[in-house]
């Protein structure tokens, strides 16, 4: 098995409209698998479709934290009801967002609550963006964990999606039972710090991504839209970094996509 790139927004028109390119370079890349993540629930059903069109494309379904004040309470059901989809196989994109003040802190906060809630009733994981919020985060999840312990084992299940955080954030959501994604910014020259945070992750808890259309990796930063065949110069980088070789990494980091995203075949 090649790479899996577990973040894409394949339903952003910049990628839509090229699908059979993007796909078709991908595959050339050594790119297997790509989760094709949603924003909001007209990205939901844009990415079941581009799932149930293309086989090595998988779903997700959610409300991202910048439009959560946007979503109607009917979107919040039909992505309720899209989550059953066979080719759904995570919750998300969600989280919360204190840099942009696009959408109030106590809806974002309401918003990453009920994907929880949802995954606690499906199983599936949440895609989890985080951005400028730390101490925030850490206390969202310590509550959703306080929740889960109450169903199951305590044990979170996600990824904290296009990691840029410390090194002790990371460890915090890893004792969660969090994965780990880095996507390009981890290839950029000044990224030292967010490199040297990689090398402490166990390598069963690490995830790669594009985070397309954003965010190209080096050689490629400013070369847009990125897309899902990028996925490989940040394997690469990561692969470096921690010491092992791409082939071995690839395998890896699919292999952790499979347990994460375990409807994901
Ligand atoms: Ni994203």
């Not at 985080?130 to 101490?135: I, S």
Request: aromatic fraction near 6%; charge should be negative.
């Amino acid at each position: 098995m090649g790479w899996t790139d577990t973040h894409a927004h394949l339903a952003d028109e910049s990628l839509a409209d090229q699908i059979d390119l993007v796909l078709e370079r991908a595959a050339r890349a050594g790119v297997s698998r790509i989760l094709c993540v949603a924003v909001d629930a007209r990205s939901s059903e844009a990415a079941i479709k581009i799932a149930e069109k293309y086989p090595q494309v998988w779903a997700t379904v959610g409300i991202h934290p910048n439009y959560a004040n946007q979503a109607a309470e009917t979107d919040w059901e039909r992505i309720q009801d899209l989550a059953s989809h066979p080719r759904v196989c995570a919750l998300g994109e969600t989280g919360l967002d204190l840099h942009w003040d696009d959408c109030p802190f106590p809806i974002q906060q309401a918003n990453f609550a009920r994907h929880w809630q949802l995954s606690r009733d499906t199983q599936l994981p949440l895609i989890i963006h985080m951005r400028d919020c730390e101490p925030e985060m850490l206390q969202a999840l310590d509550e959703q964990q306080a929740l889960e312990e109450q169903s199951k084992a305590g044990v979170l299940r996600g990824v904290m999606h296009s990691f840029a955080g410390s090194t002790e954030i990371a460890a915090r959501c890893l004792s969660l039972g969090l994965y780990i994604s880095f996507a390009g910014m981890l290839t950029y020259k000044k990224s030292v710090e967010l490199r040297e945070t990689a090398k402490k992750i166990p390598m069963d808890r690490l995830l790669v991504e594009t985070d397309s259309p954003y965010l190209s990796p080096e050689p490629h930063r400013s070369r847009r839209p990125n897309e899902p065949a990028n996925v490989v110069f940040t394997g690469k980088c990561l692969a470096e970094t921690i010491g092992t070789s791409a082939q071995i990494l690839a395998e890896k980091t699919s292999e952790n996509a499979s347990r994460l995203f375990w409807k994901m075949m």
